[in-house]
C-alpha cells in the first residue's frame, strides 16, 4: 500500500458541538496533512480555462477545484448530524469553518454553559462517611 494514500484513509475527528479548539487543531493538522488547508484558510477562485489551455492549465484547474471540493467534503464529514445541518446550506470550505470558529470558540452562551456545568459537578460533589477530610479536600481540588 502506498504510504501517500494510507493517510488519507484515517477518518477525521466528529465535531458534536463540544471542545471546538481541540477539533479545530486536529482538523487543521488534518487538513494540512492533506494538503488541503489553504482551501479552508483563504477564500480563492477558480479561474475559467482561456482559450486553448495548455494541460498545466487544466491540471491546474482541476486540482484547485478538487482542493475546494475535498475540504468541504471533509468538514461535512467531520461534524455530527446536529452541526451538519447548521452549516449544510454554506457553499465553501472557509464559510463553514469560520461559521463553526463563531459559533462555538469561546462564545459566551458556550462559556456560560460550561461554567454552569462545573458549577453542577462541584455541588455534585459530597464527602462520603469513609473519607476523610484530608481526602475530600484533594479530590476537590
Known amino acids: 500500500m502506498n504510504?501517500?494514500?494510507?493517510?488519507?484513509?484515517i477518518p477525521p475527528h466528529v465535531f458534536d458541538g463540544t471542545n471546538y479548539q481541540v477539533w479545530?487543531?486536529?482538523?487543521?493538522?488534518?487538513l494540512d496533512a492533506n494538503d488541503l488547508w489553504k482551501a479552508v484558510e483563504r477564500e480563492y477562485d477558480v479561474s475559467d480555462l482561456?482559450?486553448?489551455p495548455t494541460m498545466a492549465q487544466i491540471k491546474n484547474q482541476k486540482e484547485k477545484?478538487?482542493?475546494?471540493?475535498?475540504?468541504?467534503?471533509?468538514l461535512f464529514t467531520a461534524v455530527s448530524?446536529?452541526?451538519?445541518?447548521?452549516?449544510?446550506t454554506l457553499k465553501t470550505a472557509k464559510e463553514i469553518w469560520d461559521f463553526l470558529k463563531k459559533e462555538y470558540e469561546g462564545s459566551e452562551r458556550i462559556k456560560g454553559m460550561q461554567v454552569l456545568n462545573l458549577l453542577r459537578e462541584f455541588e455534585m460533589q459530597k464527602?462520603?462517611?469513609?473519607?476523610t477530610?484530608?481526602?475530600?479536600?484533594?479530590?476537590?481540588l
Open 127 to 131: 464527602m462520603k462517611e469513609s473519607e
Open 24 to 30: 479545530a487543531v486536529r482538523m487543521e493538522a488534518y
Open 65 to 74: 477545484k478538487q482542493r475546494k471540493s475535498k475540504a468541504k467534503a471533509i
Open 50 to 52: 482561456p482559450e486553448n
Open 133 to 140: 477530610i484530608k481526602e475530600y479536600s484533594e479530590k476537590l
Open 3 to 9: 504510504s501517500e494514500n494510507s493517510f488519507t484513509t
Open 81 to 88: 448530524s446536529f452541526v451538519f445541518t447548521r452549516i449544510m
